[in-house]
């Protein structure tokens, strides 16, 4: 098997310079983006700090590109009485970063929460705050969080089936990890993926919304029997996964098929935040989607073919869709996402993966998969 070679060049550059201008290093950007502030309260004027909104009403999709791109609209926080704390929590952040940066050291959000209580009236109340502001910074330089050295405390995923992995060690040794070796486990899935190489032959990637799903496929060897590669995304995929299902699908030029919950969760929080990105992080969607991938199931159609128990869709789900059908511009340019989340509307139920079971615990493995990898281009875009 031949090794491909990295082509993540693009975001490798990113990390380097800092995102949007690729002139000047990120901590240069952190001190002028403070420096500016500072000059401005010596000047008794008011300073202000720009963040792109970060919302599906900032986004566009643009499908020759196959992802969410941001349309520039921007939230302007100018320094007052009311903001002054909000003003301090972001410009402590930043010291962290560059600190951090300039250290070779990391933090998880957890830590950096911590952190913060040695920041007198500026530290934070609660992790969902210095969660925000870290945001906030991320989208303000255009950059990832792993670049302002922040990690997330969560893996990014499991993998099973026909797919070295070549790592390195602490020491910098070259590592080969065999992913048909684990037994009954799997190789999980790093925050950092960028470093990483491949070698398969598989002929495609199965990503799988729930660890159950995936376990049960990895019992019966389901990648052995079909010569792909299993990845476990654990709901929605972490930015890792998704960067090492993009990497691997890129690289290997093998088509990406989703597995996930028939309900509105499924469909626009997992599958789409997987395919074109999310309105949350527009900024990064380029690196961190996989417009290649289609959606294999499970659809409102399968549960009449083939005759699944259900769950009524509960309110929450209802607006979901509703609101999807209004506003999600992937969902407005795909007439067949519209077509099946009317019938799943209309039917007022929702499925799980796991309603297979019904027909038997390996109809999953010897039945649906093989009926539906038949007809790849009737899957859902």
């Known amino acids: ?52 909104i970060r919302s599906l009403a900032n986004v566009k999709y643009i499908p020759k590109k196959g ?9 302007k926080r100018t320094l007052t009485v009311g903001t002054v704390k909000t003003f301090a929590q972001t410009l402590k952040m930043m010291a962290l970063s560059k600190e951090l940066i300039e250290t070779e050291d990391m933090a998880t959000k957890r830590e950096a929460y911590y952190i913060s209580k040695n920041w007198g009236k500026a530290g934070f109340d609660e992790q969902p705050e210095s969660d925000t502001i870290m945001d906030d ?10 670049q302002l050295k922040f990690v997330p405390e969560e893996k990014g995923g499991d993998v099973a089936g026909r797919l070295f992995v070549i790592d390195r060690d602490g020491q910098g040794r070259k590592l080969k ?28 990637i199965l990503a799988i919304e729930t660890a159950g799903m995936f376990q049960r496929l990895v019992k019966y060897d389901y990648w052995d029997k079909t010569n792909c590669i299993l990845v476990s995304m654990g709901g929605v995929p972490t930015r890792a996964a998704r960067r090492f299902i993009r990497r691997l699908s890129d690289e290997l030029k093998i088509p990406v098929y989703a597995f996930v919950d028939g309900d509105p969760y499924g469909y626009f929080n997992i599958y789409r935040t997987l395919k074109v990105g999310s309105g949350n992080a527009v900024h990064l969607n380029e690196f961190f989607c996989v417009p290649q991938s289609t959606f294999l199931g499970v659809t409102p159609q ?28 992937f969902v407005k ?42 007809s790849p281009s009737k899957f859902l875009p």
């Open 1 to 52: 098997m031949a090794l491909k070679k990295t082509s993540g060049q693009a975001i490798k550059r990113s990390q380097t310079t800092g995102g949007r201008n690729p002139k000047i290093p990120l901590v240069s950007r952190i001190v002028d983006n403070a420096k500016d502030v500072y000059t401005k309260i010596d000047k008794n004027q008011k300073p202000t700090m720009s963040t792109p």
């Open 67 to 75: 992802h969410f791109e941001m349309l520039g609209k921007t939230k």
């Open 137 to 146: 910074i991320e989208a303000m330089f255009g950059v990832n969080r792993e």
């Open 177 to 204: 990890i065999d992913c048909t070796k684990f037994g009954s486990g799997a190789y999980s899935i790093p925050v950092e993926v960028e470093q990483l190489q491949f070698e398969s032959k598989a002929k495609f």
């Open 302 to 329: 399968d549960i009449k073919d083939y005759d699944l128990p259900t769950h009524p869709l509960k309110e929450v789900d209802i607006k979901r869709a509703k609101d999807a059908l209004k506003n999600d511009p």
């Open 333 to 374: 340019h795909h007439k067949p996402w519209q077509a099946a989340i009317n019938q799943m509307l209309k039917m007022g139920v929702r499925v799980e993966q796991q309603a297979f079971a019904k027909h038997g615990l390996d109809f999953v493995v010897n039945d649906y998969l093989p009926a539906k990898l038949k």
